[in-house]
């Protein structure tokens, strides 16, 4: 799958059950990734194969969107969590954004519940989270209030 500068990427592959749409929110730094059907594991080595791609290229703090995810399994948690941690080693974050209900009941049910974070963010594709690190490394400033 080639980049496009300043635009999205799809990716389905013959076969499989899962769309991945990627959407850079600053240059070379954080990324989104739309993940659109079923999470599992037909549909892992795709999601590594693109995750290690966008690394590659330079972007170190993903947001995985999953509200668009309509099924997910085991295996699938334990790969998001290999994801998570190959990505902390790297010195960036993945953040598990807007979960289907799908995969909040999955994940209630799952020995590693507590392990994987989601967050219902909504945010224009452009924005990175607030509380998210800059570009240099430091802390987000404090907003007053």
């Keep these: 799958m080639s980049g496009v500068a300043g635009g999205t990427d799809r990716q389905r592959s013959q076969g499989l059950r899962m769309a991945l749409k990627r959407t850079p929110i600053t240059a070379d730094y954080f990324m989104t990734l739309d993940l659109d059907g079923e999470l599992d594991t037909g549909s892992i080595p795709a999601l590594c194969e693109l995750t290690s791609q966008v690394l ?9 969107d999953l509200s668009a995810v309509t099924r997910c399994d085991e295996a699938s948690f334990y790969t998001l969590l290999g994801i998570r941690q190959a990505i902390h080693h790297a ?49 987000p400033a404090e907003s007053p209030g």
């Design 91 to 139: 010195g960036g974050s993945l953040t598990l954004a807007n979960p289907s209900r799908c995969v909040h009941d999955a994940l209630s049910r799952s020995v590693l519940q507590g392990q994987l974070p989601l967050h219902d963010l909504h945010l224009p594709a452009h924005e990175p989270p607030q509380d998210a690190a800059r570009d240099d490394g430091s802390a």
């Design 56 to 64: 590659a290229e330079g972007s170190r703090h993903l947001i995985m």
